[in-house]
């Protein structure tokens, strides 16, 4: 397999590089680092957490029930603060148990870098559209600067978030909604002339769908099937 080298000197070239990164973790495990989770602490906090890490409904019930605070922060890893952890797939329910209690769908953990910053963040990343729609509708802000110390080579936002993650969908619908940066498009045209979709597959009609939204703008974007 040949490997072409990237300039990482440019955003754009440094966006194609994250966004392979991420897409390579979800298939072979590169870029992954050790499962962030360390000691928890013997408290209802600590319990709280524990049980999200479980998936275990009745345990976070008991723990709030004793004070557990759902916007604890351990660390910086997705495993190490509830409003994250929650947002695997599967605990959806403990998601919306959490934010009834007081979970803040808006809760940044500073010391964390993408994607882990945020819980919405998170749920992109872990590829779990229900915890990312629990969240967008307990009132999650869609204009996040999602990138870890964001300065002017560096402007990602929620639309190059869910591309970096390929949540097309989520994409998508963003650029109906928010307003669309220059970055925001050269970001799209990357993604469509540089990510091989099979046609026919679940995510070919996202892009044609881009591919169309890109010429409507006088963009000619081809992806490379």
Known sequence: MRHTPIDLTSPLALFIAVALCISMLFTTGACAAPKERGPI???S???LLRGVLAGSTRTV????RQGGNPNRIFGKGFYEWAMCAATQ??????????IIQGGDPNRVNSPAVFPKKFPLTCALFKRNRKAYDILVNAGADLTIQPCHGCNESARDTLITTALNTSNFDVARELLEILPVTDFDIQA??????NR???PG???ARYTLEFVDYLAERGITAVPPY
Do not use: C, F, P, Y
């Open 45 to 47: 906090d600590g319990e």
């Open 61 to 64: 019930k008991d723990a709030l």
């Open 188 to 193: 799209l045209t990357q993604t469509v002339k």
């Open 201 to 203: 597959g679940s995510l």
């Open 41 to 43: 602490e013997d408290s």
């Open 89 to 98: 797939k599967g605990r959806e329910e403990i998601l919306d148990l959490l």
């Open 196 to 198: 091989r979709t099979r």
